[in-house]
T-cell receptor, first 111, second 111 residues
C-alpha cells in the first residue's frame, strides 16, 4: 500500500525566507504528484501537478521537483510572505487511479 | 466557471442516522472523487465515479456509498453514522489524467 509522508509537520519562518517542504512516497509506480494548499477549514487549492515523466514544475514563486526513483518530491517557496501561511499537502496518483495524501506541513510565515 | 461546488456547507447528525452530501464538478470534468479528512490529517480516498459507475474504492466500509448522475454530479451517502464519521468531506473532479480540483467541503458533525 502506498504511504505518503510529509516532513516537517510544522514550520515557522520569518517573512522573506526561502523554504523547502518535503514529500516522500513508498511506491514509485505513480502517474503524477500534485501539491495543494489548504487554508483552515477550507478545501484544497491546487498549486502544481507533476506528471511521472517530468522532473519539475514552476509557477511564480513555487517550484516543485519529482524524483520518482527515490520516492521524493520537494516544494520550494521563494521569498515567503505571510499570505503563504497555510497547510501544504502532497498527493500521489497511484495504480488503479487511487490517490494518496500526506498529512501535510503547516507553514507559518511571520511578518 | 463556478468550479467544484458542494452542499451543504455544514451538517449536524445523530449517531445511527443517514446523510447525503452533494457535489457538482467543474465544467468539463467527468470524474468525481470523494475524500474524508479528519482534523489534522490528510484527506483519505473514499471512492471515485466515472461514467456513473464506482471505479475505485479506498478502505471504507459499505456504509459509504455513492452515485453519479448523467450530468456528472455526484452524491455521497453514509448510513448508520458513527461518531468517527465526523470529518470534512471533500469532493474533487478532473478530466482524464489532468489535475484534480477540490470543492470547499462539507463539515459533518455526528453527535
Amino acid at each position: 500500500k502506498q504511504e505518503v509522508t510529509q516532513i516537517p509537520a510544522a514550520l515557522s519562518v520569518p517573512e522573506g525566507e526561502n523554504l523547502v517542504l518535503n514529500c516522500s512516497f513508498t511506491d514509485s509506480a505513480i502517474y503524477n504528484l500534485q501539491w495543494f494548499r489548504q487554508d483552515p477549514g477550507k478545501g484544497l487549492t491546487s498549486l502544481l501537478l507533476i506528471q511521472s515523466s517530468q522532473r519539475e514544475q514552476t509557477s511564480g514563486r513555487l517550484n516543485a521537483s519529482l524524483d520518482k526513483s527515490s520516492g521524493r518530491s520537494t516544494l520550494y517557496i521563494a521569498a515567503s510572505q505571510p499570505g503563504d501561511s497555510a497547510t501544504y499537502l502532497c498527493a500521489v496518483r497511484g495504480n488503479f487511479n487511487k490517490f494518496y495524501f500526506g498529512s501535510g506541513t503547516k507553514l507559518n510565515v511571520k511578518p | 466557471d463556478a468550479g467544484v461546488t458542494q452542499s451543504p456547507t455544514h451538517l449536524i447528525k445523530t449517531r445511527g442516522q443517514q446523510v447525503t452530501l452533494r457535489c457538482s464538478p467543474k465544467s468539463g470534468h467527468d470524474t468525481v472523487s470523494w475524500y474524508q479528512q479528519a482534523l489534522g490529517q490528510g484527506p483519505q480516498f473514499i471512492f471515485q465515479y466515472y461514467e456513473e459507475e464506482e471505479r475505485q474504492r479506498g478502505n471504507f466500509p459499505d456504509r459509504f456509498s455513492g452515485h453519479q448522475f448523467p450530468n456528472y454530479s455526484s452524491e455521497l451517502n453514509v448510513n448508520a453514522l458513527l461518531l468517527g464519521d465526523s470529518a470534512l468531506y471533500l469532493c474533487a473532479s478532473r478530466q482524464g489524467a489532468r489535475e484534480q480540483y477540490f470543492g470547499p467541503g462539507t463539515r459533518l458533525t455526528v453527535t
